[in-house]
């Protein structure tokens, strides 16, 4: 049986939801960003049980259709911009589409409708936000950055940078704001 789990953004989260199911006596097969993949079946008070363990550590038990598919494109989207170190090497509708098995116009659709913002904005975000992350940590120039976040530029990563937050990438450095949002946040 597969479930599907809103909230599970890193390796940590999946350490967590795979100790807690454990320690409920279920057999899992793979525990992978925003899946488990039980042995058994279960029953409505499995589900429920499940639910009200997992809800303590912030993750939620999704059952409707439309909220895994945006969950699904959510966790691709994070698993590219937070954990993928090669470049995509496609456009992001091509990647969504094979990363889920559907149409990108089905896909686009449903995450408008759930999430109330557009895939390009969310991915958008996500970028920020690990642009933010690299700022902090103070490694790497910004065209080092802009580079690994496969901007076409230092202007285009300052613009969107400046679009989402109010300052550019420099003036975000410079007062050391540190301002990030966990990445289920975004």
Do not use: W
Request: charge should be neutral.
């Amino acid at each position: 049986m597969l479930l599907h789990i809103k909230n599970m953004v890193c390796n940590r989260c999946k350490m967590v939801v795979k100790a807690e199911l454990e320690k409920l006596g279920f057999n899992l097969v793979s525990v992978e960003l925003g899946k488990v993949s039980l042995a058994e079946s279960l029953s409505s008070d499995d589900k429920l049980k499940i639910a009200e363990k997992i809800n303590y550590f912030g993750f939620e038990l999704l059952e409707d259709r439309k909220t895994q598919v945006a969950e699904q494109v959510k966790t691709s989207i994070i698993n590219l911009v937070h954990y993928t170190k090669e470049p995509l090497k496609m456009n992001l509708s091509s990647y969504l589409s094979e990363n889920l098995s559907l149409e990108y116009a089905q896909i686009s659709s449903v995450f408008s409708e759930v999430e109330n913002q557009t895939i390009e904005k969310y991915f958008i975000a996500q970028k920020v936000e690990k642009a933010k992350e690299m700022l902090t940590y103070d490694e790497l120039t910004l065209s080092e950055i802009a580079y690994q976040l496969n901007y076409s530029s230092v202007a285009h990563l300052s613009a969107q940078f400046k679009k989402v937050t109010g300052l550019t990438p420099s003036a975000y450095k410079r007062e050391n704001l540190g301002k990030r949002k966990t990445l289920d946040e975004v």
